[in-house]
């Protein structure tokens, strides 16, 4: 009964700039954690940012100065800036996040279905 719902991926450019939004709907009573993953082909899905409800964010080494997470919390929603891409960015993105539904008292941490963003010439 919680769902998270991506957009906001594509094809871009080197040096481009994607914005990707994450928005939770359903029985949710209050979000914590949210966060950006991202699984390239081959390789293990990676942490590349964070958010807490309060505001504080962490970043992979790698994107760390070119992307910025952000929330809205009226909104139910996370997004992720994505400036000066490169080749390496080109991945599957998923929005994670912790979720506590309405009367629970313990979060339910949920995917979304992911987001493809490729990043060539």
């Known amino acids: 009964q919680v769902q998270l719902v991506e957009s906001g991926g594509g094809l871009v450019q080197p040096g481009g700039s994607l914005r990707l939004s994450c928005a939770a709907s359903?029985?949710?009573?209050?979000?914590?954690?949210m966060a950006w993953y991202r699984q390239a082909p081959g390789k293990q899905r990676e942490l590349v940012a964070e958010?807490?409800?309060?505001?504080?964010?962490r970043y992979t080494a790698s994107v760390k100065e070119r992307f910025t997470i952000s929330r809205d919390n009226a909104k139910n929603t996370v997004y992720l800036q994505m400036n000066s891409l490169k080749p390496e960015d080109t991945a599957v993105y998923y929005c994670?996040?912790?979720?506590?539904?309405?009367?629970?008292?313990?979060?339910?941490?949920?995917w979304g279905q992911g987001t493809q963003v490729t990043v060539s010439s």
């Open positions: 994670n996040a912790d979720v506590r539904r309405k009367i629970f008292t313990v979060d339910v941490n949920y």
């Open positions: 958010i807490t409800s309060g505001g504080s964010t």
């Open positions: 359903g029985n949710i009573g209050s979000i914590n954690n």
